[in-house]
């Protein structure tokens, strides 16, 4: 089955927009007011298979691009081209080639949060609302995350992943010499039913991103053969240069979002994540409560009892409910 017949069985087709000399693979289905859904890592438009019929049954266009560096879409070498003004600028370009005369909804999981949350923000006439999945949205401290994360993880002695992708050419070499065995290690041992130390979480610095990961039992409900297939073969086709190059622009990334302002978002939002997603452990009062000085129309978070990190492909149906309803609110 190609890559425009799988899209066609979770009900949207495949077309590809041209935003200067960067093109991006699109999903896209239904008719209305649209919905631009925005994939992390390692994912693509295919982590929202789930949603499409949803949300274009309720009345919604919804869109949902590979980003750049995955599948289908451009894949430009230099680690600059991943930072955030680059793809808070292609959210922008895309909401502009498909609703040039309606403001648009835009939603993000894991690095698609941070991107929607920063392109609602950054560019407030054109979204008029935002959501995010997993990871909430802060505005940056007084150090770049990865600062951060080497003082706590990498001088203690303690491996960290980000700090682990940094070194370019090195997470590269070991994710894509087994796709498939990467991607299911990576999506089973942080997903909510994945079992007790599945993610290792007391490895040495120097140790690699899968060393001690648990091989785990195939398939799973929400994540078939089929579905491992489908997106180990986009990554054996892409790679994991542009993906991982997203990791490597903590600091460009902090000087240019502390020279915008306040980063602070006055459209309506919404927040789900996962009671046993690792990403929630890295705010220490929560990630609702850590995002509330910054979302001042905050008019949902749900927490998903039993999820992990991959809410919109673990929780399909809760995760298409309190969308429906919230961009039913939206009016």
Not at 156 to 176: S, T
Not at 222 to 228: K, R
């Amino acid at each position: 089955m190609n890559d425009q017949d799988t899209a066609a069985r979770w009900g949207a087709a495949l077309e590809t927009v041209t935003l200067g000399d960067i093109s991006l693979r699109v999903a896209l289905a239904g008719e209305g007011p649209l919905v631009l859904l925005v994939h992390g890592f390692p994912e693509s438009w295919y982590s929202w298979r789930h949603q499409f019929r949803a949300l274009a049954g309720a009345g919604y266009r919804v869109a949902a691009p590979d980003v750049r560096g995955y599948g289908g879409s451009s894949r430009p070498w230099p680690v600059q081209a991943y930072d955030m003004e680059s793809l808070t600028g292609d959210m922008r370009g895309l909401a502009d080639a498909l609703s040039p005369d309606e403001p648009v909804v835009i939603v993000g999981h894991d690095w698609g949060g941070p991107i929607a949350w920063n392109t609602a923000w950054l560019h407030p006439g054109r979204f008029r609302a935002v959501a995010g999945l997993s990871v909430p949205h802060v505005a940056p401290g007084n150090l770049p995350g990865i600062e951060i994360f080497r003082k706590v993880f990498t001088d203690r002695g303690k491996f960290f992943y980000m700090v682990y992708f940094q070194d370019e050419g090195v997470a590269e070499a070991e994710l894509e010499a087994d796709c498939a065995r990467s991607i299911r290690l990576f999506y089973t041992s942080i997903a909510g039913d994945a079992g007790q130390g599945a993610w290792p979480t007391n490895k040495p610095h120097g140790a690699r991103l899968l060393d001690g990961v648990a091989e785990p039992v195939m398939p799973r409900p929400w994540f078939t053969e089929e579905d491992l297939a489908f997106v180990a073969g986009q990554f054996a086709e892409s790679g994991f240069r542009g993906p991982l190059n997203r990791y490597r622009n903590f600091e460009r990334d902090h000087a240019w979002l502390r020279a915008r302002g306040d980063s602070v978002i006055h459209q309506p939002s919404l927040y789900i994540t996962g009671d046993r997603d690792p990403v929630s452990a890295m705010y220490p009062s929560g990630p609702v409560e850590s995002m509330r000085p910054f979302v001042r129309d905050l008019r949902a978070a749900h927490v998903l009892p039993g999820c992990g990190h991959w809410t919109q492909q673990e929780r399909p149906d809760e995760v298409n409910e309190h969308l429906v309803r919230w961009l039913g609110e939206l009016g």
